[in-house]
Structure formats: structure tokens, C-alpha cells
């Protein structure tokens, strides 16, 4: 039962749209400088904290202070997304002097990246040609993240083993952006993002040489929001990355200090509720693969 309807999903995302991966990359330069380049959470919001104020805390989420990923160039999307395959190429040269195995490691972008979307009325939805174009668009979205996990989960993958490890490289990227730990972060990351994350602690350093940052464990919340495959081979479709955007919703504690020691932001003794969107990705055809951060979605 559960292979036909994994092959009916197949079929269908198959008939959906079909983009070449050279065009995506030539399109969606945007996409990889804005969210490639991006860093996180508490650690990110320093720019920002010290030009507006000491507090840290932008806005709330019901009657305790939230904080949010905030970063300059990190875009949103939230309804549609394509999976892409393509066959990649070599350079000419290469070409000429024989046969190039080409081996990718990472796609170097954020691909459809999730954005929230304003709920809409149902008059609206079901009476007039936007509302009928969005649903389709939500549609389309929906099957490519059912065909996206059905494929993952023919690998093994397991949701809640997928979040307990996901938490950990949350919990464990944010700690060591807090000490200022970069070579850690190479295996956490892609490396778009490990060179994003080495500039983020630079300039962070520069303003607050010390920081101190908590989780609040257990995490309040983890949710899926998009799946997507981008396929690397037309003509085998089993060569592909994954990208996984998930929610964190946790209970942090943050503070700051100047070269002095002085508290310049934040109170370690309260706790802030904090909401994040990041990225996985994982490659489903090379031998030892694992998932690793590959950008965050600004909220």
C-alpha cells in the first residue's frame, strides 16, 4: 500500500515542472549570496541589538519576550517549491583532456526557500483567480515534500531520530558560535555556511569579545515545514540532495559582556523564547553522508 502511493506521488512529481540545475544556479545567485552567507539565532541578532539597543528582545510571543533570526540578506518563501534535475558538466578544458567524474558536495544554496504566508479567506481562496492560483501553488508545494520524504524514508530515515539529531546540531553550532569554536563547526555545516558562520564570530568578537548562551532543554518545539530534493543527474534520479526546513521553537538564556567583563546585553538569569527556521541537507548518494546546516531562513 505504502509503494503505490509511493509511486502515484512519484508519477505525479514527475509531471510537475522541471528546472535545470546550471539555470537555477545562474537564476537564484540571490539565493546563494542571501542565504548561504547567512548566520543564526541570538549570535546574529548582536548587529542589530547593538545599534537599537541593549536589550536584545525585537518582539514578543504571548506574554514572555521572544527573540528571532534576524540577518540582512537571508529571503523567505513559503508556498512553492521544485525539484530540480540536471546533468552537470566540466569545463571544456576538462572535457578535452577525457572523462571528468564530477563530484558535488553541495549545492551552495537554500533551493525554494520556505517563506510564512498570510492566511487568506476562504471567499477569497475559492471565489477569485489568485485565491484558486495560490492553492494550486500550496498543492504543487505539498506533493514535492510528500515525494521528497517518501524517497528519504526509503533510505531509513526516521522523523524523531531525524529531530533528536537535528536539536543537537542546533544546540551544538550555537554553543560554539557563543566560545567563538570555528573549526568545530566544519563538520556541522556546509561550506557556504561554515565561511558565513567564521565571519559572523569575527564580527561579533569585535563588539562583544565574550558571550554566554543556554538552551533550555528539553526543546518546546520542532516541526518540519518543506522537503525538497535538487536532483544532480536527469537521468538518475537517486542522485540528489535533500533539504529539510524545520522550526525551533526553545527557551534560551543570553548575555553578553564588554573586553571588561561588564554585562553590555542580555540577562542569563531569564529565559527567551526563541523561534528559528533552519535548513538540512543531505546528500542521498554519497557513501557516509550526513545532515549538516546549509542556511537559515530570516522570520
Not at 505504502?2 to 506521488?9: F, K, M, N, P
Not at 554566554?212 to 537521468?235: F, H, Q
Request: hydrophobic share 35%; proline share 4%; net charge positive.
Amino acid at each position: 500500500m505504502a509503494l503505490g502511493r509511493y509511486h502515484t506521488l512519484r508519477n505525479i512529481y514527475q509531471t510537475l515542472e522541471i528546472r535545470d540545475f546550471s539555470t537555477l544556479l545562474t537564476s537564484s545567485r540571490s539565493y546563494s549570496k542571501s542565504i548561504a552567507d547567512v548566520p543564526h539565532l541570538t549570535l546574529r541578532n548582536i548587529s542589530s541589538c547593538v545599534h537599537k539597543d541593549h536589550g536584545g528582545i525585537p518582539r514578543t510571543f504571548g506574554d514572555k519576550p521572544m527573540l528571532h533570526s534576524t540577518t540582512m540578506q537571508e529571503p523567505i518563501s513559503n508556498g512553492y517549491m521544485r525539484s530540480v534535475t540536471t546533468q552537470a558538466k566540466a569545463p571544456a578544458q576538462a572535457r578535452q583532456m577525457g572523462a571528468v567524474k564530477v563530484s558535488m558536495v553541495s549545492p551552495g544554496i537554500v533551493y525554494d526557500p520556505y517563506a510564512p504566508r498570510e492566511r487568506i479567506p476562504f471567499w477569497k481562496r475559492y471565489f477569485t483567480r489568485s485565491g484558486w492560483k495560490r492553492t494550486k501553488e500550496e498543492l504543487s508545494s505539498e506533493l514535492k515534500s510528500a515525494y521528497a520524504i517518501a524517497k528519504l524514508r526509503k533510505g531509513g530515515y526516521s522523523k524523531q531520530k531525524f529531530y533528536a539529531e537535528a536539536v543537537g546540531i542546533y544546540k551544538e553550532i550555537n554553543t560554539q558560535m557563543a566560545n567563538g569554536g570555528k573549526t568545530p563547526l566544519r563538520k556541522l555545516v556546509t561550506e557556504h555556511m561554515y565561511s558565513a558562520l567564521k565571519n559572523e564570530i569575527k564580527q561579533r568578537e569585535s563588539v562583544w569579545p565574550t558571550v554566554y548562551w543556554e538552551l533550555i532543554e528539553p526543546i518546546v518545539k520542532v516541526r518540519t515545514l518543506r522537503a525538497r530534493l535538487i536532483g544532480v543527474d536527469k537521468n538518475d534520479l537517486n542522485k540528489a540532495f535533500i533539504q529539510l526546513t524545520l522550526e525551533f521553537l526553545s527557551k534560551q538564556k543570553f548575555e553578553a559582556y564588554d573586553g571588561k567583563g561588564a554585562v553590555v546585553s542580555g540577562d542569563r538569569n531569564k529565559e527567551v523564547l526563541v523561534r528559528d527556521i533552519w535548513v538540512f541537507e543531505k546528500s542521498l548518494f554519497h557513501p557516509g553522508a550526513y545532515w549538516r546546516l546549509c542556511g537559515r531562513i530570516k522570520v
